[in-house]
């Protein structure tokens, strides 16, 4: 059982920056590999970024936010993070992270543990 918990989020002018960040509970972090979905009103949730299990390792991005944001993980924390710069004011959202078995998954259902979400708003 994993239990994960997003903070980091708020209200940004575009061109600036947050990070978000994903505190897990259970000794069994270092085990899955780690996700970044986001959901905007009235739309689908959206994989962002997804690390594999060690720190420092293989890294996904989806297109739109590639060279923008960088995910990482410190499995002696815990935790999971997502460096969101130059923004836009369409990466606003609810931010969730997500656990997951399988490496480099970019579908919702392979995500087994989910927390409840951080929203990020992007003013034009």
């Known amino acids: 059982q994993v239990q994960l918990v997003e903070s980091g989020g708020g209200l940004v002018q575009a061109g600036g920056s947050l990070r978000l960040s994903c505190a897990a509970s259970g000794r069994t972090f270092s085990s899955y590999a780690m996700g970044w979905f986001r959901q905007a009103p009235g739309k689908e949730r959206e994989f962002v970024a997804a690390i594999s299990w060690r720190s420092g390792g293989v890294t996904y991005y989806t297109n739109s936010v590639k060279g923008r944001f960088t995910i990482s993980r410190d499995n002696a924390k815990n935790t999971v993070y997502l460096q969101m710069n130059s923004l836009k004011p369409e990466d606003t959202a609810v931010y969730y992270c997500?656990?997951?078995?399988?490496?480099?998954?970019?579908?919702?259902?392979?995500?087994?543990?989910w927390g409840q979400g951080t929203q990020v708003t992007v003013l034009s």
């Open positions: 997500a656990a997951s078995m399988k490496l480099g998954s970019r579908t919702i259902d392979e995500y087994k543990y």
